[in-house]
Structure formats: structure tokens, C-alpha cells
């Protein structure tokens, strides 16, 4: 037990910045917001993970909101019938982009997540 306590001391003095939780450090936007989207068609069936991801069949719109980049560049994060959530950037083709331009923004520090219960 005592071990394991100095070791986890250790972790904490050497990785300060060590950050869990995040899936990147950086996300490509249509605008400082994040608000502007991107149209998105999916090309293939995909089956989320556990609740921070979408699930979606060939053929759905899926409105893309950020893009991850930097650390991890595979997901995108968007909305499909008011579900929010990342999936693979290869399941999709972007079709209609409504932002003139994207900005490159540093993630949050750290995410959280809020429960109500029924």
C-alpha cells in the first residue's frame, strides 16, 4: 500500500501536465465558438464506444462541429438527431462546409460531466 503511494507521488511530481480524460489538446472550428458546422454524410455503419460517442448507419447526416487535432486526429465531434458525441473521421465524408474559415483552439483544461438522475 505504501508502495503504491510513493509511487503514484513520484507520477504526480515528474508528469504535472498530465491530463485524464481529454481525447486531444487541440480542435479545428468554423469559428472561435465552435458553432459553425460542417455537413457530414456517414459512409459506413459505426458503433459507439460507451456514451461520449455517436451511433450511426451508412447514409445519416451527422452535423460536425470540431475537429480533433494535435494529440489525436482521428475524431471529429458532432450532432445527429440532438445526440452529441466523437466518432472516426472515416466514417464520414464532409459534404457542405458553412464556415468560411477554421480556427485551430486549445481543448479544455479538463471535461466535465454532469448525471441528473430520473
Known amino acids: 500500500m505504501a508502495q503504491n503511494r510513493f509511487l503514484w507521488i513520484i507520477i504526480m511530481l515528474f508528469i504535472p501536465n498530465l491530463t485524464v480524460g481529454l481525447l486531444s489538446d487541440y480542435k479545428i472550428c468554423g469559428d472561435s465558438e465552435c458553432e459553425s458546422k460542417f455537413s457530414s454524410s ?12 455517436l451511433t450511426f448507419r451508412t447514409g445519416d447526416t451527422i452535423s460536425v462541429y470540431h475537429k480533433l487535432t494535435g494529440r489525436r486526429d482521428d475524431l471529429w465531434a458532432g450532432t445527429m438527431d440532438k445526440q452529441f458525441g466523437y466518432f472516426p473521421k472515416d466514417a464520414v465524408q464532409e459534404e457542405q462546409v458553412y464556415a468560411v474559415t477554421e480556427r485551430v483552439l486549445q481543448t479544455q483544461v479538463k471535461e466535465t460531466v454532469t448525471f441528473t438522475r430520473v
Open 42 to 53: 456517414a459512409v459506413r455503419d459505426h458503433q459507439g464506444q460507451d456514451c461520449r460517442f
